[in-house]
Every structure is written in structure tokens, then in C-alpha cells.
């Protein structure tokens, strides 16, 4: 468990872990932090294979923020955008791991459309995720839909906007400025629909 405390050792993330129930770890993903690897590692935290089913962000001991508490409800909030939280803490995140591949600029038009809805489903909920412009990172792609992660930068907004971000990084400003003013996705999606077949 020590390993995993990153990227210096603190005695009160291992004791809220404990706490938790939280008594074991795997070395499993593609960062490798000296003793151990982790499926993933950001500026707030550092995300670890718990068991088939979960996966769990530990707050790194150097991490700017005090709380991973607020990302958590937000990400509570965002479900089943999101996977979904089985228990948090200030320096835990315990959620469903979600094993599929990163987003890339050559995906299917299926997934792309599906992403637009899971983003609109964002703003229904009054939620900006601030990370849209770059999705490739927070986006992962299984065979039947997509999942929206990481919140670490999200908040509550009157007017997110989380499908002009996707469709600026599509390079769409047109569909990104009509969407802005009526804020209709099944316009967009009917758009791209026959954008992709006269392609």
C-alpha cells in the first residue's frame, strides 16, 4: 500500500484507505512510479487497480488540492455519464473501473454522436466538465458507449459547455456556434449524420 502514496509516503492517506477497507493494491497499468505501475496519474492524483471491478484515485501527497470530496459528488452527480462511486473520501475516489481505450480523432461517427449525448447529459445536470477541449484524455471508449472521467477540474455552471468543447476539438465551429445558440443536439447529431454520409 506504501507504494502507492505518491509521491512522497503520508500516514493519513494510509489511514483513510485502511479505514475504507481498502488494505490492497495492484501493480497494474502503463505509468510506472518507481516500485509500482497505475493505470493513471494527474496533478491532484494517481488512479490504481483495486480489483476486476474497481479502481481507485488516491490524492497524491502533493497535490494542490486539500479534498478529492468535491470532485467525488460532482462525479456522483455526473453518473451514468461517469463510473459510478462506491465510496470516497479526502484522499480516495473508490469507483467501477471502466477497462477500455482511450478516445482518438478517428473514431466511428457512432461514438462520436454517443459522446455528444453523454456531454449534452453533463449540461442537463448543470455540470462543466473543462476538459472537453482535449477529450482523448478524458474520455474512454468501450465497444457499446463511452464514459466521461476525471471531474478533478469540473464544477457546477448555469450554461456548461461541454458540446461546443467536443465539437471545437472535432474542428466543427460552425456546429459549435449553432449549438451555442439553440443548444439542441439532436440538430447537431442530424448534422453530422449527413456530414459523415456525403463524406
Known amino acids: 500500500m ?18 475504507h477497507g481498502i488494505k490492497e493494491l495492484y501493480s497494474f497499468g502503463p505509468i510506472n512510479l518507481g516500485k509500482v505501475n497505475v493505470i493513471g496519474k494527474g496533478k491532484t492524483g494517481i488512479v490504481v487497480l483495486v480489483d476486476d471491478n474497481k479502481v481507485i484515485k488516491i490524492r497524491r501527497s502533493d497535490s494542490p488540492k486539500e479534498t478529492l470530496e468535491i470532485e467525488a459528488k460532482i462525479q456522483i452527480k455526473a453518473f451514468p455519464v461517469a ?12 469507483m467501477e473501473y471502466i477497462d477500455g481505450r482511450h478516445l482518438t480523432r478517428e473514431e466511428k461517427i457512432d461514438i462520436i454522436i454517443d459522446l455528444l449525448r453523454k456531454a449534452k447529459e453533463l449540461e442537463d445536470k448543470k455540470i462543466e466538465h473543462k476538459e472537453l477541449a482535449r477529450p482523448y484524455k478524458n474520455v474512454i471508449v468501450k465497444p ?17 459547455l461541454n458540446v461546443t468543447s467536443i465539437l471545437s476539438w472535432l474542428n466543427f465551429p460552425h456546429l459549435a456556434n449553432m449549438y451555442k445558440k439553440h443548444r439542441d443536439i439532436e440538430e447537431i447529431v442530424s448534422l453530422l449524420y449527413l456530414l459523415n454520409k456525403n463524406q
Open 83 to 94: 463510473p459510478k462511486i462506491h465510496d470516497y473520501g479526502r484522499n480516495f475516489i473508490l
Open 144 to 160: 457499446d458507449r463511452v464514459y466521461i472521467i476525471d471531474y478533478d477540474s469540473a464544477s457546477f455552471k448555469e450554461n456548461p
Open 2 to 19: 506504501r507504494d502507492f502514496i505518491y509521491p512522497r509516503y503520508d500516514e493519513n492517506i494510509e489511514r483513510e484507505l485502511i479505514e
